[in-house]
């Protein structure tokens, strides 16, 4: 029995061309499955739960929930869990007593929210949007809206009447939510944290430094993975000067052409001062560099 005849360079281009024209996947290409709905609870790194969203919500009824979402700048529905009720029923009420939650993204974003934010301010884990029928939102990258999957998981607050929370901006909303973690932040993060004798101004950055730069870059490999590691083996104050680096904090794109970096939300009064004590930081752990 003879082969069948390959098809040419030329026919397979003009065959992935006329796909995607008809708005569907080229010859060959494999179309990525959906992540699966489920998140992992550790408590420490050691995981005590892995549940479905199906398991989720077995456990805490889902909420219809109105935010002003801080990607889209304006009021979304979503269907969510409230995230306190939910972590009492995964870790029991004892979870009120630790210092952090550390979440986990699909894109190795990590943000770290203390425990007390959560007790004062009502936040949700949502599941899905209640007004699209994808749950995405669409947000400003570069000058250009992206649309972002959310699932797993999308942790929004109840903002519509919480200035303090409104005035945060995305701080504490991550996506693509795939792991919780219950702890203390020097626990999981040493090497980011610097010693407790450090100066006012350092321990004023390095809270800074958590809130708008951890979830996306590291410091002795500990943080987000999103961006580039900033200490090891290199500071950033070793290669940026100091009227560049601070430029480049505050502005991205006043540096570099569309920059991934967005400008951080920061009180405009206090915008210069913040920056300051951010790269007081980074100078102080310049000083205390260890292997990732």
């Not at 360079?9 to 494999?30: F, H, N, T």
């Not at 929004?156 to 919780?180: C, K």
């Not at 405009?268 to 000083?287: N, P, V």
Request: proline residues 9%.
């Amino acid at each position: 029995m003879s082969a069948l005849p390959r098809p040419s360079l030329r026919a397979l281009a003009l065959a992935a061309l006329a796909a995607l024209a008809a708005g569907c996947d080229p010859p060959g290409a494999e179309v990525a499955p959906a992540p699966a709905c489920a998140l992992s609870f550790q408590r420490r790194g050691v995981e005590v739960a892995r549940l479905s969203c199906a398991d989720l919500e077995a456990k805490v009824a889902a909420q219809r929930v109105r935010v002003h979402d801080p990607y889209e700048d304006r009021e979304l529905v979503f269907d969510g869990l409230p995230l306190a009720a939910l972590l009492d029923a995964v870790y029991g009420p004892e979870w009120r007593a630790e210092g952090e939650l550390n979440f986990t993204c699909r894109d190795e974003y990590r943000p770290s929210v203390a425990v007390g934010r959560f007790l004062e301010h009502q936040a949700f884990l949502a599941l899905r949007r209640a007004d699209a029928p994808a749950f995405s939102i669409d947000k400003p990258e570069s000058g250009a809206l992206r649309a972002v999957d959310l699932t797993p998981a999308y942790v929004v607050w109840e903002n519509l009447e919480d200035a303090e929370i409104r005035s945060q901006g995305d701080y504490g909303w991550p996506y693509q939510v795939v792991a919780i973690d219950l702890g203390d932040f020097s626990e999981r993060f040493p090497r980011m944290t610097p010693p407790a004798d450090a100066a006012a101004d350092v321990m004023r950055g390095f809270q800074a430094f958590r809130v708008h730069c951890m979830p996306c870059h590291a410091i002795n490999g500990d943080g987000g993975q999103l961006g580039p590691e900033l200490n090891f083996p290199v500071s950033v104050t070793e290669y940026f000067a100091e009227p560049w680096l601070h430029r480049w904090i505050d502005d991205p794109a006043s540096v570099r052409r569309s920059p991934r970096m967005p400008r951080p939300a920061l009180p405009e009064g206090e915008r210069a001062a913040i920056i300051d004590d951010i790269t007081a930081y980074l100078r102080a752990m310049a000083r205390r560099k260890q292997a990732p």
